[in-house]
């Protein structure tokens, strides 16, 4: 079965400085990941995702991610970060048996101070 | 259009009501989900449909009830539900093949007195 870590629960970065969120998977074969952003009392948004190809990952808002199968890791990164972009991010795998059972991680929550 | 629509926004109930969620979507998808989020937590399945049928049931209490009446429509009947159950419950749908993309709707905030 899958896995998913995520090692920080909370990050707290300055606007305009860089972010890295980092994600671990556990999987045997070549994983379907996700990254997914929640803002209070909302559902999760699509931020990028990755199945196979071009391992660094373009999405939404002027987030990027790579895939390193190496490293069994698929870290979201953003050069500037945002006020907005204060919430809950949560990765996921999706195994290519049963994709649709994604496995998410415990989620890392970004303050961003001004 | 990626839309996800889930209504009401958020519910109370007493633990002798009976009440429904309900979940829809327009985008042709086959693939419909229902999951649980407590506070602090990521998202927990419950339910997967795929081409209307039930696929997936993760244990859940049969105090739940999951109906997907057509392809655009989900919901989720609720019944003698304990205050535990109190939590955001998220919807989501996707194409029914590997690998494809859930898009979730808002979610309902459910309180369980």
Aim: proline share 6%; glycine share 8%.
């Amino acid at each position: 079965a899958q896995s998913v870590t995520q090692p920080d629960i909370h990050i707290t970065v300055s606007e305009g400085a860089s972010l890295e969120l980092r994600c671990n998977y556990s999987y045997g074969a070549t994983p379907y990941l996700f990254w997914y952003v929640q803002s209070p009392g909302q559902g999760l948004q699509l931020l990028l995702k990755y199945f196979s190809g071009d391992t660094l990952v373009q999405g939404i808002k002027g987030f990027e991610a790579e895939f390193k199968r190496s490293q069994s890791s698929f870290n979201l990164r953003k050069p500037s970060v945002h006020w907005s972009d204060a919430a809950e991010y949560f990765c996921a795998v999706g195994a290519a048996g049963s994709a649709r059972q994604l496995t998410f991680g415990s989620g890392t929550q970004l303050t961003v101070l001004p | 259009d990626t839309e996800v629509t889930q209504t009401p926004k958020h519910l109370v109930m007493g633990m002798t009501n009976k009440k429904s969620l309900k979940c829809e979507q327009h985008m042709g998808h086959r693939a419909m989900y229902w999951y649980k989020q407590k506070a602090k937590k990521p998202p927990e399945l419950m339910f997967v449909y795929s081409y209307e049928k039930l696929s997936i049931n993760e244990s859940v209490p049969s105090r739940f009830s999951p109906e997907c009446p057509n392809s655009s429509l989900l919901n989720l009947h609720l019944h003698a539900l304990q205050p535990e159950d109190s939590a955001l419950y998220l919807c989501a749908s996707s194409q029914a093949a590997v690998g494809e993309t859930q898009y979730f709707g808002p979610g309902t905030r459910l309180l369980v007195l």
